[in-house]
T-cell receptor, first 114, second 111 residues
């Protein structure tokens, strides 16, 4: 079975540019999570969705960050405009509400903002 | 954001040795997860725990859900070089699907 798919795996951009990260959750999962990982702050939850609806976005750093989930098989995390301090690895994870509560992570997108 | 206290932060061990690490919280959790992350990859789920006192194994790995529900432990027996990586705990409170992650334990195995 395919796991969580993220694209791109690596993104290098210049400060001020718009960045869009993409995620395809595991088929049938109804929860989707976006995390950010840095050396300083570890793994932080940014936002999560249930049945395509944002449930908790309290971890989104500021208005430059936005996330959407237009359907059950696709989500985006957008940063506009990007800043060097946004450089991190961004992970998407998915889970099943009726299941035991496990979350499964994608391979991540390593973002570098110059 | 909030993080769980995980210890040790890092450890070097000899191949064949057993490894123990733990995770503590100030809050009561109803689910504990343990993950391993290899360089350049996403965390991979190792073990899930759902009940206080529960002891669950996955090959050479054994994890326990602390009876106070505020801690969890992971043991690796007879370590091998491929056990190298960062191990994370994650806890979840009742009524939410939101997990809080530990700070990670970096394991290095000397052959």
């Amino acid at each position: 079975d395919a796991g969580v798919i993220q694209s791109p795996r690596h993104e290098v951009t210049e400060m001020g540019q718009e960045v869009t990260l993409r995620c395809k959750p595991i088929s049938g999962h109804d929860y989707l999570f976006w995390y950010r990982q840095t050396m300083m702050r570890g793994l932080e939850l940014l936002i999560y969705f249930n049945n395509n609806v944002p449930i908790d976005d309290s971890g989104m750093p500021e208005d430059r960050f936005s996330a959407k989930m237009p359907n059950a098989s696709f989500s985006t995390l957008k940063i506009q405009p990007s800043e060097p301090r946004d450089s991190a690895v961004y992970f998407c994870a998915s889970g099943l509400a009726g299941g035991p509560g496990e979350q499964f992570f994608g391979p991540g997108t390593r973002l570098t903002v110059l | 954001g909030q993080q769980l206290n995980q210890s040790p932060q890092s450890m070097f061990i000899q191949e064949g040795e057993d490894v123990s690490m733990n995770c503590t919280s100030s809050s009561i959790f109803n689910t504990w997860l343990w993950y391993k992350q290899d360089p350049g990859e996403g965390p991979v789920l190792l073990i899930a725990l759902y009940k206080a006192g529960e002891l669950t194994s996955n090959g050479r790995l054994t994890a326990q859900f602390g009876i106070t529900r505020k801690d969890s432990f992971l043991n690796i027996s007879a370590s091998i070089p491929s056990d190298v990586g960062i191990y994370f705990c994650a806890g979840r409170r009742t009524g939410t699907y939101k997990y809080i992650f530990g700070t990670g334990t970096r394991l290095k195995v000397l052959a």
